[in-house]
């Protein structure tokens, strides 16, 4: 690893920098409306989509440049890079690299600009963690292709214009990642149904979709018939190196401190308290380690080698804090964590709360830690199968 910026790198920091603290609303006053502003301005700078090729409307940056931007962006609190975080992060890289011409200019500048939201039916409720078990049928009629099946745990279906879809094409194959084909699929088509499923915290950002008879154009196919499998994995190997997501832990990590700073246990500062100094001391050196993980999976990334299922390693270790740190969040209030939002009494307003009942999102999304700890298992280890 080198963890030594070149003086086009460490420039570009400076930008991005500079651009933030001229342009970057405080969080009072964050308003809708000044947040679609700087979404503007950032998207004129053609930051959003960074790393995408010009010709398509990206800005051609290098690949750690946009780590920088991310980092940056991260650090200062700054609203997400664009509005349409899935069409960013997989969907769009991979209509630019799989996608038709009239592909590439339907879709690729709406999810830049972020004028809709895209989901991902991917997880069944029997192919979670072996994904290339999937089952959804799909049938070539015509020009159409015809869909029947269920996709379960889909990201924020109930207010998506578009889903990328994986369906299976051809039965009889000997391996099974073979005849799966990517389908891009408008959401409000006859025979496409969504069911919210609601969380702890009363939030429905999953659902289950059904699909019956479902009539998709052949020429919404992404890629060839039964490359579905190669379509999705090149586009879920985009920026892996989770190093953004360090950064907010380590927001949050600080949160917690501050926390800890005003209120008391046991008639004196929580952060005096021995256990949570040990455990908050724990929750950095984990952070520490996702960070330098992720500068691992930058380099073989900038070296050109695959980023693999190594990258478990900090999805999982991310799951497990997410969880640990609002649970000590809620330790650290005491009898007060039992408030919600909008109780007078509740203190930061149920943030620590929320956090502790919404954890499925970010758990559950991308895989359970289950499924994590499977991969690493099989695949980095090389244990034999459960």
Not at 177 to 195: A, F, K, N, Q, Y
Not at 234 to 253: D, F, G, P, Q
Request: glycine residues 10%; charged residues 25%.
């Amino acid at each position: 690893m080198d963890f030594n910026l070149t003086p086009q790198e460490e420039a570009f920091r400076t930008e991005v920098r500079a651009f933030l603290d001229e342009n970057l609303p405080s969080g009072a006053l964050r308003t809708l409306e000044v947040v679609a502003e700087f979404q503007r301005k950032v998207r004129e700078k053609r930051w959003v989509g960074f790393s995408w090729p010009e010709d398509v409307g990206g800005g051609g940056g290098s690949l750690m440049e946009q780590v920088i931007l991310k980092e940056e962006m991260a650090r200062h609190h700054a609203p997400a890079l664009g509005t349409c975080f899935m069409g960013l992060s997989w969907v769009g890289p991979a209509i630019v690299q799989y996608g038709t011409e009239a592909q590439k200019q339907k879709f690729v500048p709406d999810i830049l600009d972020g004028k809709y939201q895209w989901c991902t039916g991917y997880s069944e409720p029997d192919s979670g963690s072996d994904l290339a078990s999937l089952k959804c049928r799909c049938v070539r009629d015509g020009d159409h292709y015809v869909v029947n099946g269920q996709k379960i745990w889909t990201s924020i279906a109930m207010w998506s214009k578009w889903m990328i879809l994986l369906v299976r094409t051809k039965v009889d194959v000997a391996v099974k990642h073979d005849g799966i084909t990517c389908l891009l699929v408008e959401m409000d088509s006859p025979g496409l149904t969504v069911r919210p499923i609601r969380n702890m915290a009363g939030g429905e950002i999953f659902a289950e979709v059904f699909f019956d008879d479902l009539r998709v154009p052949v020429e919404n196919r992404l890629g060839k018939e039964n490359q579905g499998w190669q379509v999705t994995v090149s586009a879920l190997a985009h920026e892996r190196s989770s190093i953004s997501e360090v950064v907010s832990l380590t927001r949050t990590l600080e949160a917690v401190r501050e926390l800890a700073d005003r209120c008391h246990k046991n008639g004196r500062p929580a952060s005096e308290d021995p256990d949570v100094r040990r455990r908050i001391a724990q929750f950095d050196t984990r952070i520490e380690a996702m960070r330098l993980n992720g500068m691992r999976y930058l380099t073989k990334q900038l070296k050109g080698e695959p980023v693999g299922s190594e990258t478990s390693v900090n999805k999982l270790l991310r799951a497990r804090l997410e969880i640990e740190v609002g649970e000590l969040a809620l330790e650290i209030e005491g009898g007060l964590s039992v408030l919600g939002k909008g109780d007078v009494d509740s203190p930061e307003d149920g943030r620590w709360q929320h956090m502790s009942l919404a954890w499925p999102e970010v758990v559950i999304g991308g895989g359970t830690p289950n499924i994590q700890k499977n991969i690493i298992a099989e695949r980095v280890l090389g244990l034999p199968k459960d």
